[in-house]
């Protein structure tokens, strides 16, 4: 399993009135978490993109325990826990800055061909790149 990290400071303009982050931010806190995910594995969303591939999300999933607040320093723990086919699943997991579980997410984003705009392999080069985590 791939499993990556992220940090995120709350800013002020991301908090409701009463000062808990919106719930509508962590689907921004996420993307963030996924693009930095797949750059640690060497790619970016840019490169796919000129490459011919697009990732939509299919599926969004979250389950709030506790609440994050302005300022405080958040951990995004971001894994994924099978090899990709036509669709990647991520899993994450916030923390705050004493270490308690804020929420549990989940996506699921398909390859989609951009030409075509229909659902494709992952490419080889990236499914090449991640193997050696789930052997």
């Avoid at 490459?51 to 299919?58: F, K, Q, R």
């Avoid at 723990?77 to 090899?83: A, D, E, H, S, V």
């Amino acid at each position: 399993m791939f499993e990556s990290e992220v940090k995120i400071r709350v800013r002020y303009s991301e908090t409701d009135r009463m000062g808990y982050v919106y719930y509508g931010n962590y689907a921004t806190y996420f993307e963030l978490a996924r693009v930095e995910c797949i750059r640690n594995l060497g790619f970016t969303y840019k490169q796919m993109e000129d490459d011919g591939i697009m990732l939509p999300v299919l599926e969004f999933q979250i389950k709030y325990f506790k609440p994050a607040f302005y300022d405080d320093l958040l951990t995004i723990k971001t894994r994924i826990p099978q090899l990709p086919a036509a669709r990647i699943y991520f899993e994450y997991e916030v923390f705050n800055e004493s270490n308690e579980l804020l929420n549990k997410a989940s996506t699921t984003l398909v390859f989609v061909n951009t030409e075509t705009k229909k659902p494709c392999s992952a490419p080889e080069t990236f499914i090449n790149a991640i193997r050696s985590f789930y052997d």
